[in-house]
């Protein structure tokens, strides 16, 4: 999740002038747990069992898939204390605002608890690249292969009728359809479709997920005092990249570059490797923010580009060259200058009616997870390892609601 803008601008040594700019800033404060989706990637309390009683709900956690509790050291990946713990009490405290959200007088639907507005849901083509360099060739990075594909651009906050003009972080995911092969996702092993997530930042504002407790336990603490004390927990560092994270306004989502901010495995056996992946706008070209620009400004964009022709993206990836990218530390962006980034493929977005009615309940139904994956492209480090439980867990929970099928796509028709 995303953090909305302005939050903590100013930290410095005086602690009287901190909290006078926390007070100044307060709005923008409580919505630090914007910040990201994996903000609240742990427990909000340690000693909470699972599937214990909170807040007088009850979770059904027997249905969760499995934690993955097997890392791939030689790759960077270490496991922490508790990480089981803390992705399902942090799937309760998230399954617990989904229900609030369709209290008598609230919304009519679950929604996403975040990046809950789409401004753009799409058809595309992913074209791999026919020349892709050798040690690329594998998953779903086959030298020359299409795939179809269905794509979903987002703003980061949880308010879907929140303003395209707010400062916020943005999203991009992707589902490529008709992918061969069993998945890792422990209740889609048999899906055709491979995801990939991403947001316009190439780093999160947390990986210790002792931190993330205590920055969760604060968000759900329903007490204005401790959550002005969450920079505290963040320190200066953590602070200053919420910040960045939070600010921001864009002109166009087809002119804004994507990451994945957290690493990937790369192929299987002994020539994997870690990588990130990115998506890069193939023009150049940036347009200004649009004056007097409307509440669904961003959706407009994307389609009075699309009325001018079609819209090309580089698929980027980014291999760990050395002990200097780290695969646990998300906080920490891998420099491209130390770890460049190679094209693989080519994302194709042709006109299209954007307005369709098909394509929005699509994207509402749909839910996209790093874990929806072949082997060759398995998520690494610790926010995608709770990612696994947490977004399976609310894909699943907001169907119930719904009354929709949990089910993958076979075909973007």
């Known amino acids: 999740m995303l953090a909305s803008s302005r939050s903590l601008l100013f930290l410095r040594s005086s602690s009287s002038l901190f909290t ?27 000693s909470t069992f699972i599937g214990r009683r909170r807040n007088n709900m009850s979770f059904d956690t027997t249905h969760d898939v499995p934690f993955p509790i097997t890392v791939d050291t030689a790759l960077g990946e270490v496991l922490q204390p508790n990480e089981d713990k803390f ?97 890792l996702l422990d209740s889609d092993k048999e899906a055709t479709t491979q995801d990939f997530v991403l947001i316009n930042k190439p780093f999160f504002f947390a990986s210790d997920p002792e931190k ?55 192929g299987v056996g002994e020539g994997r490797e870690a990588v990130k992946y990115s998506l890069k706008p193939v023009s150049d070209h940036r347009d200004p923010i649009p004056h007097h620009a409307g509440e669904n400004y961003l959706h407009e964009e994307i389609k009075n580009s699309l009325a001018k022709g079609q819209v090309e993206f580089k698929f980027l990836v980014q291999p760990k060259v050395d002990e200097k990218q780290s695969v646990e530390d998300s906080t920490t962006e891998w420099r491209e200058e130390e770890a460049p980034f190679f094209e693989v493929a080519t994302l194709i977005i042709r006109p299209q009616d954007v307005d369709s009615e098909e394509l929005v309940q699509l994207g509402e139904r749909l839910s996209f997870n790093p874990w929806h994956s072949l082997a060759e492209h398995r998520p690494l ?29 076979a075909s973007s028709s």
Do not use: C
């Open 20 to 46: 006078r700019t926390l007070q100044n800033n307060a709005h923008n404060t409580l919505k630090v747990h914007h910040s990201l989706r994996l903000s609240r990637v742990i427990s909000t309390s340690t």
């Open 87 to 183: 992705a399902t009490e942090i799937a309760n405290a998230i399954e617990a605002s989904i229900h609030r959200q369709v209290e008598p007088g609230k919304e009519e639907i679950a929604r996403r608890d975040v990046h809950a507005k789409a401004t753009g849901i799409l058809k595309a083509e992913f074209k791999v690249d026919a020349n892709i360099p050798a040690r690329f060739a594998k998953g779903i990075f086959v030298p020359g292969k299409s795939y179809d594909a269905i794509l979903r651009f987002s703003n980061a906050s949880e308010d879907v009728h929140e303003s395209d003009t707010r400062q916020d972080g943005r999203g991009f995911a992707m589902k490529l359809l008709n992918v061969p092969g069993p998945k």
């Open 212 to 266: 993330y407790v205590e920055v969760v336990s604060k968000n759900s603490s329903g007490s204005v005092l401790q959550k002005l004390t969450i920079p505290f927990t963040l320190g200066l560092r953590g602070t200053l990249i919420v910040q960045k994270l939070a600010t921001g306004r864009i002109a166009n989502p087809f002119q804004v570059q994507y990451f994945s901010a957290v690493p990937y495995q790369l």
């Open 381 to 409: 480090g610790s926010i995608n390892r709770a990612r696994k439980v947490v977004y399976e867990r609310i894909s699943r929970v907001r169907n119930q609601i719904n009354k929709v099928p949990q089910e993958e796509p």
